[in-house]
């Protein structure tokens, strides 16, 4: 029986919708007739839930438009829709369950509902064997949370909600935990949730028995920074995808008009352009810095890839994952060197990563007896005559690499070895054994035969290396001795003081203003002490621990010391790029290792024949068989009136190619004479 609503609007709750939101007290009746409606609709389906109703479905979505109004009757409203949900999710109709997580999400835009209480419906509702479903579950509860921070971010009800994500990813659902991981990573780069606790809940996934929730949070841990990456790529249109050689073949058919020449210069300019910025990889590396307690959630880790039996790929990331958490943090995991020992060989699958892995883990804080073993096990397996000269090359980089980060993982034996591959018959070898030696030559000659040390500006005694665990403290900065004391300011100020007020004495019977010089303490950065160069190395020192004490350094004073120590070592030496890195100034090792370091090649190896041939099959597909007409652009195309033409019946054919058949020069002579002939007649 229809309702007094019904029959007033004809059905029509768009149009009834559209009336409360105008007039709320007027309607209140409707409004609560619809709402008893919805009621008796959940007996009926609490007794049969797989009733599949059209009718209820736009009723719900009504009334979640429109509870707002009426903020007494929402709450109870929105009570009926979550514990009908939460009672009989897994029977209703799948439309039916879609309106009904519809009208919670609505009724929670509206303030009526809170996340914390429908967040844990949502992930339970995800165990659902509706794929729709999920998919919709998953984007809400991130735009959900996007929206809760957008203005202001309560930091205890994040909080919570962080607490539920964490628990759901210790579960061990896979669904359910996936999207959690998804979720906070997502919400991690969109600077929703840039703190510590959101870092380590995708931490806590890497310790997961799930192979997914693993394998995406070293994803995370690993790769580079996707969104800002996205965000830079958004602003190429899809057109600047092309390439030249598709842009040329766009524009071979059609009419040459001045148009389509402008637009294809002007498509070819900005291809150039592309092709000429070089967009490097935007790595974070932020989240491996907020991991709560390093060493043991590397310990874990490691434990976990001795454990875990998951594919090639999964375990690489492992390595990698712990490999920066070593070097960032400087971490001390012994046992993770024996274990990547285990993949060094030439032939091994993505050997140059575990190489990188390997020299991204040392530091100077781990043992010599750790860390020798590693570069004699790269040495002897790579570092030799039976392999090609590109191994040796990337072994030799390898171990530049290590030592650049470790220097005690050198001995003097191995090393002296090593720099024998400078007189080698291949150029990528020789460039990369000349890198180690002129580390060496930098870090502690001592260790190199006398003939492969150079000519070092500074004293073996400056150049010596540390011995394991000694720290070098100094009371002063070096180089401060260049720059004047605090003294020496102070009187320079009062005699540029005397000298300013006698002129101004005598300029003051003008009563014109009086222009006072800039000191030498405004800009110091062409101050010299020309007094230094005649003290000794013990004056020196005192002299820059008393001009340290008793003042503060600006960042020019800083540059004024860097360039006089550049200035005396080139004086010293001829060889400007051997001066200079021997005074170290050359670039310091950076805090990751690049895959371009270790797979650097100073030359271009040769191609084989089978490459050569490899490549000419390549070039031949490209082209095409020779005789054959080009390809279409686009092989879904239409073809042309010729092509169809070759595949009608002749029968079809026979009266249009007979007219097109050519004369020979005998029927033409015939027709001309006929021709002439009529003309004469008619005269």
Not at 277 to 298: C, H, N, T, V
Not at 374 to 394: G, H, P, Q, T
Not at 457 to 472: S, Y
Request: proline share 3%; hydrophobic share 35%.
């Amino acid at each position: 029986m229809a309702t007094r609503a019904e029959k007033r609007f004809g059905g029509n709750l768009p149009q009834l919708q559209n009336l409360i939101k105008r007039d709320p007290i007027t309607y209140e009746s409707e409004y609560t007739q619809q709402l008893r409606q919805f009621e008796s609709f959940l007996k009926i389906y609490a007794s049969n839930p797989n009733e599949d109703h059209g009718h209820f479905d736009s009723l719900i979505l009504f009334l979640a438009h429109v509870s707002h109004c009426y903020p007494d009757k929402a709450r109870e409203f929105s009570e009926n829709i979550y514990t009908f949900l939460k009672e009989h999710y897994n029977s209703v109709s799948s439309g039916t369950r879609q309106a009904l997580c519809k009208g919670l999400m609505l009724l929670h835009k509206r303030g009526i509902v809170d996340a914390e209480k429908i967040l844990p419906l949502f992930f339970e509702m995800l165990k659902s064997q509706d794929k729709h479903i999920r998919a919709m579950l998953s984007e809400q509860i991130v735009s959900m949370i996007k929206a809760m921070n957008a203005k202001h971010k309560n930091q205890k009800v994040n909080s919570r909600i962080q607490n539920l994500f964490l628990e759901k990813i210790k579960e061990g659902h896979q669904t359910v935990g996936l999207v959690a991981l998804e979720s906070v990573i997502h919400l991690y780069r969109k600077s929703v949730w840039k703190d510590q606790k959101a870092v380590n809940i995708i931490g806590q996934a890497c310790l997961s028995d799930v192979a997914k929730l693993i394998h995406t949070a070293l994803r995370f841990f690993t790769s580079t920074d996707e969104s800002k990456k996205n965000d830079d790529d958004g602003s190429d249109s899809e057109g600047d995808v092309k390439t030249a050689k598709e842009l040329m073949m766009a524009h071979r058919v059609g009419k040459k008009t001045n148009k389509r020449q402008k637009r294809l210069e002007r498509g070819m300019r900005q291809i150039k352009k592309n092709s000429k910025k070089k967009k490097a990889e935007i790595f974070d590396f932020s989240a491996l810095r907020m991991i709560y307690d390093p060493q043991g959630f590397a310990e874990a880790v490691y434990k976990k890839m001795e454990k875990c039996n998951a594919q090639f790929e999964t375990k690489l990331l492992f390595m990698d994952f712990i490999s920066r958490m070593i070097g960032i943090h400087k971490l001390v995991v012994l046992n993770f060197y024996p274990y990547v020992q285990r993949f060094l060989q030439p032939h091994q699958r993505e050997v140059t990563k575990i190489l990188l892995y390997a020299a991204q883990a040392t530091h100077d804080m781990v043992p010599p007896d750790t860390t020798q073993p590693l570069v004699k096990v790269v040495a002897d397996n790579f570092v030799a005559e039976r392999n090609s000269a590109e191994v040796i090359a990337v072994g030799l980089n390898s171990i530049r690499e290590m030592c650049a980060r470790c220097p005690f993982a050198m001995t003097p034996e191995l090393l002296q070895d090593l720099a024998q591959y400078r007189k080698y018959r291949n150029k990528n070898v020789v460039s990369a054994a000349r890198s180690l030696v002129q580390l060496y030559r930098h870090v502690d000659p001592s260790m190199l035969k006398r003939k492969d040390r150079g000519k070092p500006t500074l004293t073996m005694d400056q150049l010596k290396l540390k011995a394991f665990g000694e720290t070098n403290a100094k009371g002063h900065i070096e180089g401060a001795e260049m720059l004047p004391s605090d003294e020496e300011n102070a009187d320079e100020a009062e005699g540029e003081w005397e000298s300013d007020s006698e002129d101004e004495d005598a300029d003051n019977d003008d009563g014109e203003w009086v222009d006072v010089a800039q000191s030498d303490n405004e800009e110091t950065t062409g101050y010299i002490n020309p007094e230094v160069e005649e003290l000794s190395a013990e004056a020196r020192a005192e002299k820059a621990a008393v001009v340290s004490s008793t003042r503060f350094l600006t960042q020019k004073e800083f540059d004024v010391i860097k360039k006089q120590k550049i200035a005396e070592t080139l004086s010293l030496n001829k060889g400007k790029k051997r001066a200079a890195v021997e005074a170290g100034f050359e670039k310091e090792p950076s805090e990751f290792v690049s895959l371009s370091d270790i797979e650097r090649l100073a030359k271009k190896p040769k191609e084989t024949k089978a490459e050569k041939v490899a490549g000419v099959k390549v070039a031949r597909e490209d082209r095409g068989a020779f005789g054959k007409p080009k390809p279409k652009l686009n092989p879904h195309a239409s073809t042309t009136n010729k092509q169809k033409q070759r595949k009608k019946n002749f029968v079809m054919l026979k009266q249009k190619m007979r007219g097109k058949q050519k004369r020979s020069f005998r029927d033409k002579q015939i027709a001309f004479r006929n021709a002439l002939l009529k003309q004469l007649k008619r005269k």
